[in-house]
T-cell receptor
Framework: DADVTQTPRNRITKTGKRIMLECSQTKGHDRMYWYRQDPGLGLRLIYYSFDVKDINKGEISDGYSVSRQAQAKFSLSLESAIPNQTALYFC?????????????FGPGTRLLVL | GENVEQHPSTLSVQEGDSAVIKCTYS??????FPWYKQELGKGPQLIIDIRSNVGEKKDQRIAVTLNKTAKHFSLHITETQPEDSAVYFCAAVIKAAGNKLTFGGGTRVLVKP
């Protein structure tokens, strides 16, 4: 089974709708992240959480919110979806160790906002 | 702000040739530099990393070099094969950004048979 899972894998929604993307991990890591990848290249950080009680904004948090329901679960919500939020969304986990921070990514959720 | 810049954005090489991707970073306190490979339809996966106390690291056909003075690091892929075709991301732990990984913009590598 995959260590980091994301649901749904694909989603089509309409402008103004509220949607939630979910992420679960079995790696036992404290740190979880949500990134956005736009067509082409680039990973931009939306929100991150270093433990269950810790939530932090990334570089592009406007229009998004998150909830860390448990160590293993971190969900991303789009309160009122707009077309420029069409992108590929990745969840990642990490555990900062002495060698550095290796992030483990989920398979991604492809979101289309019409 | 603190960032990581990656070049080139696309790279096309003939099978068997070498590919080199370069990244620069701005935070002189950065001490960990991983490289990720993203295959089509998948999330990025770590392929190699280097810490600031070494200048070079190799793993079979891939190697990474680090020049802390110049604040740049590079990924070298030798004897490229079609399965090396992917998007590659460099990253650095930016202390000024709260000890978080900051990613470069990515390089799309195409290995032509």
């Amino acid at each position: 089974d995959a260590d980091v899972t994301q649901t749904p894998r694909n989603r089509i929604t309409k402008t103004g709708k509220r949607i939630m993307l979910e992420c679960s991990q079995t790696k036992g890591h404290d740190r979880m992240y949500w990134y956005r990848q736009d067509p082409g290249l680039g990973l931009r950080l939306i929100y991150y959480s270093f433990d269950v009680k810790d939530i932090n904004k990334g570089e592009i948090s406007d229009g998004y919110s998150v909830s860390r329901q448990a160590q293993a679960k971190f969900s991303l919500s789009l309160e009122s979806a707009i077309p420029n939020q069409t992108a590929l969304y990745f969840c990642a986990t990490s555990d900062l160790g002495p060698a550095g921070e290796t992030q483990y990514f989920g398979p991604g959720t492809r979101l289309l906002v019409l | 702000g603190e960032n990581v810049e990656q070049h080139p954005s696309t790279l096309s090489v003939q099978e068997g040739d070498s590919a080199v991707i370069k990244c620069t970073y701005s935070d002189s306190a950065s001490n960990y530099f991983p490289w990720y490979k993203q295959e089509l339809g998948k999330g990025p996966q770590l392929i190699i990393d280097i810490r600031s106390n070494v200048g070079e690291k190799k793993d079979q056909r891939i190697a990474v070099t680090l020049n802390k003075t110049a604040k740049h690091f590079s990924l070298h892929i030798t004897e490229t094969q079609p399965e090396d075709s992917a998007v590659y991301f460099c990253a650095a732990v930016i202390k000024a950004a709260g000890n978080k990984l900051t990613f470069g913009g990515g390089t799309r590598v195409l290995v032509k048979p």
